[in-house]
């Protein structure tokens, strides 16, 4: 099994639906990222969160919202969708400052 | 703001030649500095970190960086790429002052031809 997993894969929706991602980790680390990739733009941080009850904004957290139901569990939401919003998106976890990222596989959003 | 800049966004060697990959950061503060490999329909993988000691750090696959604290750079290097090489690096830092989060840079797209 993978030490990160992502849900779902891929997605294609319409603008202005609500979308979660889904991402859990067995490595039983307290730090989890979501990023989101788009060509020529390298990874950008939505949000990150350092333990459960910790929740804090990257560079472009507008129009995302993120739920950290348990250690190992980290949700992003598309409160309602746009087309650039359209990119591939990253979960990852790693035990400090120090350690490497561990990454999900990514899922592929299209919003149509 | 804290910021990681990659100067090359793409860069084309022949196969045996040196690679050289420029990353800079903005901040003079502590830094955790990371390179990351992502190939071809994959996820990023780590090459290399920094965080204390030796300013030149040696990581997996023959890749090498060397911290330059004056300069606040971590270039990536490497004598003799592989075809095998070609893929998209990603600078990162960690500002252990500064939040404590990752900040990837934009990427440099590595072709590596026969």
């Known amino acids: 099994d993978a030490d990160v997993t992502q849900t779902p894969r891929n997605r294609i929706t319409k603008t202005g639906k609500r979308i979660m991602l889904e991402c859990s980790q067995t490595?039983?680390?307290?730090?989890m990222y979501w990023y989101r990739q788009d060509p020529g733009l390298g990874l950008r941080l939505i949000y990150y969160?350092?333990?459960?009850?910790?929740?804090n904004k990257g560079e472009i957290s507008d129009g995302y919202s993120v739920s950290r139901q348990a250690q190992a569990k980290f949700s992003l939401s598309l409160e309602s969708a746009i087309p650039n919003q359209t990119a591939l998106y990253f979960c990852?976890?790693?035990?400090?400052?120090?350690?490497?990222?561990?990454f999900g596989s990514g899922t592929q959003l299209s919003v149509l | 703001a804290q910021s990681v800049s990659q100067h090359n966004h793409h860069v084309i060697l022949s196969e045996a030649a040196s690679l050289e990959l420029g990353c800079n950061y903005s901040?003079?503060?502590?830094?955790?500095l990371f390179w990351y490999v992502q190939y071809p329909g994959q996820h990023l993988q780590l090459l290399l970190k920094?965080?204390?000691?030796?300013?030149l750090v040696k990581g997996i696959k023959g890749f090498e960086a060397e911290f330059i604290k004056s300069k606040f750079s971590f270039n990536l290097r490497k004598p003799s790429v592989q075809w095998s090489d070609t893929a998209e690096y990603f600078c990162?830092?960690?500002?252990?002052?500064?939040?404590?989060?990752?900040?990837f840079g934009t990427g440099t797209q590595l072709k590596v031809e026969l």
């Open positions: 990852a976890t790693h035990r400090g400052a120090k350690e490497k990222l561990f």
């Open positions: 920094y965080f204390s000691g030796d300013p």
């Open positions: 901040y003079g503060g502590t830094v955790n």
């Open positions: 490595k039983g680390h307290d730090r």
């Open positions: 969160s350092f333990d459960v009850k910790d929740i």
């Open positions: 990162a830092v960690i500002y252990t002052g500064g939040g404590n989060k990752l900040t």
